[in-house]
């Protein structure tokens, strides 16, 4: 009776150094000798024939995502020996991966990550010794060679700030402009071509080093990086300028700028008595804003895109559409909020000066505006100096939504369904049918719990 076919170990990866985040399709083989490891190189685990990617981690988890992204181009067979003539390869391979002067080599491998690799050898290295190691003279005058044409770095990120001025809100538009200048800036590099590993950690390092000196939370290098990344992604998917290979092979590093782990949420909520003293000292401007941030769980970016369109005065409700990224598309998850009696009449005596419920002589406000007025009626109420005495971290105007949401979700008898509706998280469903009656019952719980 024939023996049952051994299955084959499961493939192990390689674990990133920095994070220990498992690699899927990045292996390593090692030599051993004498029960040491006398030699070792990384490779592409499902590449058929192997593609070894060179000894060391950061060089070859670089050309690990060239070669992944370039699977749809075609595969160039490279024969090279001591004889042959390279000028054909005078822009990108670690001439050490593919020439040995006693031996005879043939690779399979992408042809642009050879010319990358062999480029940057050659850029890298002292070009007479490397010519004298390897037997090649025209490593000398290729080395020579000007570099491929490449946009500047600041150019890269125009059609991304160009494009999104009337998309994004006036703050979030400024700070795209100001943290792609400080990326710029920190990273050195004039070209796209220039921007190796070691520029986007160089720029990583930097701004988490800020973030601890101030003490800041991650959120202040979660959206510098998240922000850098967007506007490199877009350049890469819909930019008006011909990126080359090599253009294209440098922004691959910006894998680099992971993002650190989200803040740990602090539960503060508001009382409806400190609530009730709030409205008691706020004109008639901070009044609406309070009521209906409560009302319909609103962020800070949702009060300053709120139009009079989105309000239907007979019907008592308001409905838009909650964008998940910093701009409104199409296919955005929808949102509809059951307004109070007293939040209609709040805002019913605001002027309508424009086509935004809450603005500035006819324009949309930014996100400080709001923050700021709520400071003032915080201070202005004693709730401030009341809590720095108990030691009670002081109120923000982020803290209405996570109040408002607390509320709902303490009733019982609410469906956390309809909380998830109101609060304009994705449930999974066809959000685009949502109607009034699946949020009134949160909208009722949160007014009870703060109104009675």
């Given at each position: 009776m024939a023996s049952k076919k051994r299955k084959g170990r499961p493939p192990k990866f390689v674990?990133?150094?920095?994070?220990?985040?498992?690699?899927?399709?990045?292996?390593?083989?090692?030599?051993?000798?004498?029960g040491k490891c006398i030699k070792h190189r990384y490779y592409a685990t499902f590449s058929k024939p192997r593609f070894y990617l060179g000894s060391d981690?950061?060089?070859?988890?670089?050309?690990?995502?060239?070669?992944?992204?370039?699977?749809?181009?075609?595969?160039?067979?490279?024969?090279?020996?001591?004889?042959d003539h390279i000028e054909e390869f005078i822009e990108p391979v670690f001439v050490t991966d593919i020439v040995d002067k006693r031996k005879f080599y043939r690779y399979d491998i992408p042809r642009p990550v050879l010319l990358e690799q062999l480029k940057t050898l050659i850029q890298e290295s002292d070009p007479?010794?490397?010519?004298?190691?390897?037997?090649?003279?025209?490593?000398?005058?290729?080395w020579k060679a000007q570099k491929p044409t490449s946009i500047t770095v600041e150019q890269?990120?125009?059609?991304?700030?160009?494009?999104?001025e009337n998309q994004l809100t006036p703050k979030e538009w400024a700070n795209s402009k100001a943290w792609w200048k400080e990326f710029s800036?920190?990273?050195?590099?004039?070209?796209?071509?220039?921007?190796?590993?070691?520029?986007?950690?160089?720029?990583?390092?930097?701004?988490l080093a800020v973030q601890r000196k101030r003490n800041l939370s991650?959120?202040?290098?979660?959206?510098?990086?998240?922000?850098?990344?967007?506007?490199?992604?877009?350049?890469v998917d819909q930019s008006p300028y011909e990126l080359s290979e090599v253009d294209r092979l440098a922004l691959a590093n910006r894998t680099v700028l992971r993002n650190p782990p989200k803040p740990k949420p602090t539960p503060i909520m508001i009382s409806p008595a400190e609530f009730k003293q709030l409205l008691r000292v706020s004109d008639a401007w901070?009044?609406?804003?309070?009521?209906?941030?409560l009302n319909g769980a609103f962020q800070t970016i949702d009060i300053c895109r709120l139009t009079w369109k989105m309000v239907d005065f007979e019907e008592s409700t308001l409905r838009f559409n909650r964008s998940k990224s910093s701009s409104l598309a199409d296919g955005d998850i929808s949102r509809i909020t059951v307004l109070w009696e007293r939040t209609l009449n709040a805002i019913s005596e605001l002027p309508k000066d424009g086509p935004f419920i809450f603005h500035l002589k006819g324009k949309q406000i930014a996100g400080d505006t709001v923050r700021r007025r709520f400071e003032k009626a915080h201070e202005k109420s004693g709730i401030k100096k009341k809590r720095e005495?108990?030691?009670?971290?002081?109120?923000?105007?982020?803290?209405?939504?996570?109040s408002a949401i607390s509320a709902a979700s303490n009733n019982p008898t609410v469906p956390d369904r309809h909380i998830d509706l109101l609060a304009g998280h994705s449930t999974g469903i066809k959000e685009h049918y949502v109607v009034a009656e699946q949020v009134r019952q949160a909208v009722d719980a949160i007014e009870q719990a703060y109104f009675g």
């Open positions: 674990r990133d150094p920095n994070d220990g985040r498992e690699i899927y399709g990045l292996s390593l083989h090692e030599t051993f000798r004498n981690f950061g060089t070859a988890y670089q050309r690990f995502l060239a070669w992944q992204a370039k699977q749809s181009l075609d595969f160039t067979v490279v024969e090279i020996n001591e004889q007479k010794q490397l010519a004298k190691e390897l037997g090649i003279p025209e490593l000398e005058w290729i890269l990120g125009e059609p991304f700030i160009q494009e999104k800036k920190i990273v050195s590099a004039k070209k796209v071509c220039d921007l190796n590993r070691a520029a986007f950690l160089k720029y990583r390092d930097r701004i991650n959120t202040y290098s979660r959206s510098r990086f998240g922000k850098i990344k967007a506007i490199i992604n877009y350049c901070q009044k609406a804003l309070l009521l209906i941030a005495k108990t030691n009670k971290p002081k109120l923000l105007f982020k803290h209405i939504r996570k």
